[in-house]
């Protein structure tokens, strides 16, 4: 598409966006970046460098929208068991991220926090991150929510046996095990569910990815791969989103008042 073209595009869907009923948290599975590489021939590592450049340009996007929360699932449980040199590759991008951007998310008043076990990460890999949770803590603007060895059945596993612990320590009661305390100790406590759910890449499914938080999620899906995702698609996402009309297995209003 002629870059005009595509400006005019974007432009459009930004003028449809209601300022007054953005989606307070965004979830993003990122994904295709292998397939973007494999199709021009490139190693599957060229596809996460240029996935990253996506993820720069969408957390700009996210807040400069105003956009509440952001939470991108960059490596789960299960991507240990790609080649070792994909995987050392993977660990060292939350570095590089962080090195180049960083004080663009200070200067932008965006908080990170993450989800996921870091203590399994390389040394430099977790350092890095828990360098820029405790520079950003302060922070009060955007969540950046980063899941970097995260799977959501492992999640709430460990909630579960936090929560056991706790009633056997003789805190909680078993009356007091509500999905609310559950939420709790989930890494994403004190983070509302996300609205939105985007997965680029063609691939339909959830993958792991905040099973619980996803309840009542609305999920969009686009065939572009990640490393050609573009502003226009998180304006379109948004758009369908604000289309729909979020029942929370309640009934449509205007069934309701006719009943
Ligand atoms: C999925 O594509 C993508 C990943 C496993 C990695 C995504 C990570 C980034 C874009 C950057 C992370 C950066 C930070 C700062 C945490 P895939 O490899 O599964 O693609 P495929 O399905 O086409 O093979």
């Not at 700009?60 to 070792?84: D, M, Q, V």
């Not at 509500?178 to 989930?186: D, K, P, V, Y």
């Not at 948004?238 to 289309?243: H, K, L, S």
Request: hydrophobic share 40%; proline share 3%; glycine share 6%.
């Amino acid at each position: 598409m002629q870059n005009k073209e595509k400006l005019t595009k974007e432009f459009e869907l930004l003028k449809q966006i209601k300022r007054d009923k953005l989606p307070f948290h965004i979830a993003i599975i990122m994904d295709g970046n292998g397939r973007w590489a494999r199709k021009r021939g490139l190693p599957r590592i060229a596809g996460h460098k240029k996935g990253m450049d996506t993820l720069i340009e969408m957390v700009t996007c996210a807040h400069e929208l105003g956009i509440r929360a952001l939470s991108l699932y960059a490596f789960s449980t299960e991507n240990w068991k790609r080649p070792s040199l994909e995987v050392e590759f993977l660990m060292r991008l939350p570095e590089e991220y962080l090195k180049k951007e960083l004080a663009r998310l200070m200067e932008k008043n965006i908080k990170i926090r993450a989800a996921g076990d870091l203590s399994q990460l390389p040394q430099r890999t977790r350092d890095a991150m828990e360098k820029a949770l405790i520079e950003t803590a302060g922070n009060t603007g955007m969540v950046l929510n980063f899941a970097v060895n995260y799977g959501a059945r492992s999640e709430i596993v460990r909630a579960f046996k936090k929560i056991l612990s706790l009633v056997q320590e003789g805190r909680y009661q078993e009356d007091d095990i509500t999905e609310e305390l559950l939420s709790r100790h989930l890494y994403t406590s004190n983070l509302p569910d996300p609205d939105l759910l985007i997965r680029p890449s063609g691939e339909v499914r959830i993958s792991n990815f905040m099973l619980w938080q996803l309840a009542y999620t609305e999920l969009w899906f686009t065939k572009t791969l990640w490393p050609d995702f573009k502003r226009e698609h998180f304006y379109r996402a948004i758009v369908d989103y604000q289309g729909r009309e979020r029942r929370f297995g309640s009934i449509k209003k205007k069934v309701r008042s006719s009943i």
